[in-house]
């Protein structure tokens, strides 16, 4: 019967198009994940890989979070760590994150609430600070823990030589915000400073490719 007909041509024409949007899915994926058709660099496997963050002073460098607490960097030229740094904390890494104003900081936060900071410029071996924040959530049993992090952009004062204070803020379990300021040590540098802060940062650059095989 034509009803019949019609009804079959209109199924395999609706057939047709998911199959048709599927196919251009799959191709804007694979174009999105090729990077323009280079090669994909492949990490050395370890543990349960929670978090990752590419190095915002050097595209080549990223951070990678694991669920046995330890936090890697990595070269893209290279398939294992540069530098491992093992059991930094009890409990699996969260999220790690690499300071924007300054280029050889970076931070690591745990589920229990630790928050790391790392120093290339101090420490090679290990962080430089390690710091419960359970206390933020005013809760003594633990049940509001912080969830992530994010630190503000480096930004200097237009007219001054000083740099705009480094931010920290965390997000709370119970759905609050908790801002904090960030000491020198950790955070922005003076704008004066920076040429040098670059010049330091190219010396350590270089000593870091040097552990690429």
């Known amino acids: 019967p034509r009803s019949a007909s019609a009804s079959a041509s209109a199924s395999a024409s609706a057939a047709a198009a998911r199959a048709s949007a599927a196919a251009a899915a799959r191709a804007a994926q694979a174009s999105v994940l090729r990077g323009g058709g ?27 979070g694991r669920e046995d607490g330890s936090v890697s960097l990595y070269h893209l030229a290279c398939d294992r760590p540069l530098l491992k740094y093992d059991d930094v904390t009890l409990a ?18 745990d589920r229990d609430s630790t928050l790391c900071a790392f120093d290339l410029f101090r420490s090679m071996q290990e962080p430089v600070l390690r710091h419960s924040l359970r206390a933020l959530g005013g809760d003594v049993e ?60 190219r010396r350590k650059l270089r000593e870091l490719e040097s552990f690429v095989a």
């Open 38 to 64: 280079g090669a994909s660099p492949r990490v050395h496997g370890g543990s349960l890989v929670t978090s990752l963050h590419f190095c915002p002073h050097a595209a080549e460098l990223f951070l990678v």
């Open 92 to 109: 699996p890494i969260v999220q790690v994150a690499w300071s924007p104003g300054r280029p050889g900081v970076f931070w690591a936060l």
């Open 142 to 201: 633990g049940e509001t823990h912080v969830v992530c992090l994010a630190l503000s952009p480096a930004a200097g004062r237009a007219g001054t030589s000083t740099a705009a204070p480094a931010l920290l803020a965390l997000g709370l379990s119970d759905g609050n915000v908790s801002v904090h300021t960030l000491s020198d040590e950790l955070g922005t540098r003076a704008v004066k400073a920076r040429d040098e802060a670059r010049a330091e940062w």
